[in-house]
């Protein structure tokens, strides 16, 4: 296992001094330029998760690895990281190369593998049980950067086939079944969506699971959004961290007492794009 987390960190380190690299590249660019800054980040990221887990290996040398890379393995999956570093120095790369090189990433045994050893090391060490959430949120980021600017839905349907690393469990509150269903249906591949038709049907789930997410309206009878949320937090002081409001019928009050809470709001009729967004940034408040 030592074997295969040494390799992983040297993988890491590359990776993230790449897309440093194409941020550089690409500066012009300024979308482009900060989605390679915030995989750099993720990578470098990922250097740190590893670095634990040789950590966790020094005090825990029973756990063994039931796989092992040969030499021919190795250069298999380091061929592409070589053709774009290749490709930086020689200043011939462009933005289709970059979004393939990414894709190919993605799919290939490198990351499988960062994955076999979260797996097997967070019975032993408990803190791994929480790069789940990081690893979903990096895949995420990057689904949602291939929505905004590719035209090529080949590349969203191999994106959308990796499996998810981490299911999140999401509550959506609202009493119009029909926005119930909508957002279940969205939101269902990056999470397990529970509903609730009103605050104090919520209340009594939200007491008695933990939710990742909370998005609910306002307007609604018997416990509404405003008094689901403070009754809420009488029990769970961080639960603001995780909750995103939506309304039909916002007044400039309501806007300002929600404002003055720090918490998203999502004014009907909202975007789904405007939607994801709201929750990426939530889930990844919470998960980073």
């Keep these: 296992m030592k074997n295969l987390v040494e390799w992983l960190i040297v993988m890491e380190d590359r990776a993230s001094r790449i897309y440093e690299a194409l941020a550089t590249a690409f500066k012009e660019d300024s979308l482009f330029s900060e989605f390679m800054d915030q995989l750099a980040e993720d990578e470098s990221m990922h250097f740190h998760f590893m670095n634990s887990a040789l950590i966790c290996l020094k005090k825990n040398p029973h756990i063994v690895s039931e796989i092992e890379l040969n030499q021919q393995d190795t250069e298999r999956i380091e061929q592409g990281l070589e053709r774009i570093e290749s490709g930086i120095k020689a200043k011939s790369l462009n933005k289709s190369l970059m979004l393939e090189f990414i894709l190919n990433c993605e799919?290939?045994?490198?990351?499988?593998?960062?994955?076999?050893?979260?797996?097997?090391?967070?019975?032993?060490?408990?803190?791994?049980?929480?790069?789940?959430p990081s690893i979903q949120n990096h895949h995420r980021i990057i689904e949602e950067f291939f929505r905004e600017i590719s035209d090529d839905a080949d590349h969203i349907q191999r994106l959308k086939k990796l499996s998810p690393v981490w299911r999140e469990k999401i509550l959506v509150v609202d009493d119009a079944a029909p926005?119930?269903?909508?957002?279940?249906?969205?939101?269902?591949?990056?999470?397990?969506?529970?509903?609730?038709?009103?605050?104090?049907?919520?209340?009594?789930?939200?007491?008695?699971?933990y939710y990742a997410v909370i998005i609910s309206d306002i307007d609604m009878p018997e416990m509404n959004g405003i008094a689901f949320y403070e009754e809420l937090k009488r029990r769970y002081e961080d639960v603001g961290k995780r909750f995103i409001f939506m309304s039909g019928a916002a007044t400039d009050q309501m806007v300002e007492t929600i404002n003055s809470l720090h918490i998203p709001l999502l004014i009907k009729p909202f975007s789904l794009t405007d939607l994801r967004k709201a929750v990426y940034k939530t889930l990844s408040d919470v998960t980073l």
Aim: proline letters at 2%; aromatic letters at 8%.
């Design 179 to 209: 926005i119930l269903d909508l957002l279940s249906s969205v939101l269902s591949r990056d999470a397990h969506i529970d509903t609730a038709h009103n605050g104090k049907e919520a209340l009594k789930m939200a007491s008695s699971q």
């Design 107 to 132: 799919y290939s045994e490198w990351n499988e593998i960062f994955l076999y050893v979260i797996n097997s090391l967070k019975t032993n060490c408990p803190h791994f049980k929480v790069i789940g």
